[in-house]
Nanobody, 123 residues
Framework: QVQLVESGGGLVQAGDSLRISCAASGGSFSNYLLGWFRQAPGKEREFVGAISRSGDSTYYADSVKGRFTISRDNAKKMGYLHLNSLKPEDTAVYYC????????????????WGQGTQVTVSS
């Protein structure tokens, strides 16, 4: 019902910042919880954070809390992940995903996924 496309990844140095965007089309963007996940080579997909339908509530994994910020603009059908104080261990493919209200940290609970964007952090 909704299509998602990420953009904004790239190669940065440790300590730098980056903003990843998630553009949505189709359906009603504001009906969906928006989640962010990442996956490094050889590892399982990991929950990064999520934002409620209205944008009033955000949730973060302990590994990124205090460094990453999630936001959304429902009028523009856009979601954002701001990555600050980046570390080499943040290197991964980052995905945005849309799910029904009530789901959070489990990848299988999200029905719609973007194609992912690569973030590489050098030391």
């Amino acid at each position: 019902q909704v299509q998602l496309v990420e953009s904004g990844g790239g190669l940065v140095q440790a300590g730098d910042s980056l903003r990843i965007s998630c553009a949505a089309s189709g359906g009603s963007f504001s009906n969906y919880l928006l989640g962010w996940f990442r996956q490094a080579p050889g590892k399982e997909r990991e929950f990064v954070g999520a934002i409620s339908r209205s944008g009033d509530s955000t949730y973060y994994a302990d590994s990124v809390k205090g460094r990453f910020t999630i936001s959304r603009d429902n009028a523009k059908k856009m979601g954002y992940l701001h990555l600050n104080s980046l570390k080499p261990e943040d290197t991964a493919v980052y995905y945005c995903a849309a799910g029904a209200p009530g789901v959070l940290s489990t990848p299988g609970a999200y029905a719609y996924w973007g194609q992912g964007t690569q973030v590489t952090v050098s030391s």
